[in-house]
């Protein structure tokens, strides 16, 4: 990848003044600048050093102007950038048959421009790491569109027929575009973008290139997943435009799978915390147990007062807590394992896996779980993502009934399971005693990252990916609201989460 520091500029000076000005300014801007105010002068550094961009600064757009372009383009395969005072729309046309960069008249401030220029220069850098796969028989338009991509300074990949492209894609490393022939001769130009688009990704822009415009070519082209087309002749300004846009299109979708990326393993290591938290208080006693056990087995014995019958009743105890252990490692494992097919289970079952498995953090923060259901409900569907979707949410109650230093006889969190009238869903509702969430915030919680705890205590992921998962891979629903409840002839109130899955998700409705 190109670097700013390493772009190297020519300015040739035409009867103008202002060269002094774009040469001070471009190097502020980091630059590396030459400036002549001869032709010669400018030849001969165009024969010395690889320069990348010519600016070309003319008061007028004459023949002079034209025969240094020309020039120019024989000498450097570098883009050119034409600065002039003259307005006239002829002159303009004539210039822009030399394919330059850029053909900028002068009006106003000439630093506006020179921005306009380090734009240009920072599109074309970011141009040289996105690959062009060009697949076109020879002839003057495979020429042009060579020509064009290359000013751009695109990373170009020149095949000419369908054999060699379908060979080339995969040795690519990546590839961003391709631009197609709309007969390659020797191959389908459905099986090629079939191919690139399952190796590259389904939103690669395909453009055709029409020397003969085909409606019928066309239509089966598109459903072979064309995304656009050109016709020849082939305008230099529209070319360079649609390449850039279906260029920016893939960025942008490129930046969003990137930025999903991140999240979902952020989310995979928040759920890893909320698990850990756990396991941390599960251990905590029978490794205690264990410990004392030994200790006082050893004790025992170097005091000599061992008895066989000790020593037994400690060794049992021992081998209990450290299969306890052992246990939580398996179920930890179990609850971290993504469904991959959906499994018959009972909803019962779901909430006791949950709180076997927060039990120490539960009771050591004294509050009371009241379970609320008699049938049995069985659920055809993912339990693993359920029992994270439960657990995040009970924790996320377990957490707010602390903060809120509720009184240790008042916390509570009520879990109750039912079905629809219809016989078709399952609903699970999970309250707490902790007077509710803030209206303010109350539309937030589902959002990524949004936490009101502090850094080292929330994520703000939770509940995001228990949204996800209940929506997106359960077909499901979830929704909260601050509800009252009476407990023991006391009113408490507090968030309800309320969760709605399909008994079976083969049967269950999509809302992606
Ligand atoms: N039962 C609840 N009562 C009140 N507020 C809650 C409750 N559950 C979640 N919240 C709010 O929702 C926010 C987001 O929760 P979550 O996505 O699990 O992230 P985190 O727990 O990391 O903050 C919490 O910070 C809290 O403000
Ligand atoms: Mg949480």
């Not at 076997?356 to 693993?384: A, M, P, R």
């Amino acid at each position: 990848m190109y670097k700013k520091q390493n772009f190297k500029i020519l300015i040739i000076e035409l009867a103008t003044n202002s060269s002094n000005l774009i040469l001070t300014t471009l190097q502020e801007l980091k630059y590396k600048c030459f400036i002549a105010n001869t032709q010669e002068k400018a030849y001969d550094i165009l024969r010395i050093e690889a320069i990348d961009l010519v600016v070309i600064n003319s008061s007028e757009s004459d023949n002079l102007a034209i025969e240094t372009i020309k020039d120019v383009q024989n000498l450097t395969f570098g883009g050119i950038v034409f600065l002039t005072s003259d307005a006239n729309i002829d002159n303009m046309e004539r210039f822009l048959k030399y394919n330059l960069l850029a053909y900028k008249i002068k009006l106003g401030n000439i630093l506006n421009i020179i921005h306009e220029i380090d734009w240009l220069i920072e599109r074309l850098i970011e141009n040289s790491s996105e690959t062009i796969l060009v697949i076109k028989r020879k002839n003057e338009t495979r020429d042009f569109v060579q020509e064009l991509l290359r000013l751009g300074r695109y990373d170009v990949v020149m095949c000419q027929n369908g054999a060699s492209a379908w060979k080339k894609l995969d040795n690519l490393d990546s590839l961003s575009m391709i631009l197609i022939d709309t007969n390659l001769g020797d191959m389908e130009n459905g099986d090629i973008i079939k191919k690139a688009k399952s190796l590259f990704s389904k939103s690669l822009p395909v453009i055709a290139i029409y020397e003969q415009y085909n409606p019928i070519l066309l239509q089966e082209n598109i459903s072979h997943g064309l995304s656009d087309f050109i016709t020849t002749p082939i305008l230099n300004i529209e070319f360079t435009l649609k390449i850039n846009l279906w260029i920016d299109n893939i960025k942008q979708k490129r930046e969003i799978k990137r930025k999903e990326d991140i999240l979902h393993q952020q989310s995979k290591l928040a759920s890893m915390g909320e698990m850990m938290e756990n396991i941390a208080h599960q251990w905590r006693q029978p490794l205690n147990a264990i410990s004392i056990s030994a200790s006082s087995m050893l004790l025992s014995h170097e005091l000599g007062i061992e008895t066989d019958e000790d020593t037994k009743e400690q060794l049992e105890g021992i081998i209990e807590g450290a299969e306890f252990l052992s246990h939580t490692i398996n179920d930890f494992q179990n609850f971290l394992k993504k469904d991959k097919n959906p499994i018959k289970f009972k909803l019962q079952d779901v909430v006791l896996k949950v709180l076997k498995f927060i039990n120490g953090n539960i009771k050591k923060n004294n509050i009371s779980i009241i379970q609320d259901y008699t049938d049995d409900i069985v659920i055809f569907g993912l339990e693993n993502e359920l029992i994270q979707a439960v657990l995040n949410i009970i924790n996320n109650a377990k957490d707010i009934l602390v903060e809120k230093k509720i009184d240790e006889n008042e916390r509570f969190i009520l879990i109750k399971l039912s079905k629809d009238n219809l016989n078709k869903d399952a609903i699970l509702e999970i309250q707490d005693s902790a007077g509710g969430i803030p209206l303010a915030i109350i539309d937030k919680i589902f959002e990524p990252y949004f936490t009101t705890k502090h850094q080292s205590q929330g994520t703000g992921l939770g509940l995001y990916m228990t949204h996800q998962m209940i929506k997106n891979h359960m077909k499901g629903s979830i929704e909260v609201e601050n509800k009252s409840f009476e407990y023991f002839k006391k009113q408490y109130c507090g968030a309800n989460f309320k969760i709605t899955i399909p008994l079976d998700i083969s049967q269950g409705i999509s809302f992606i």
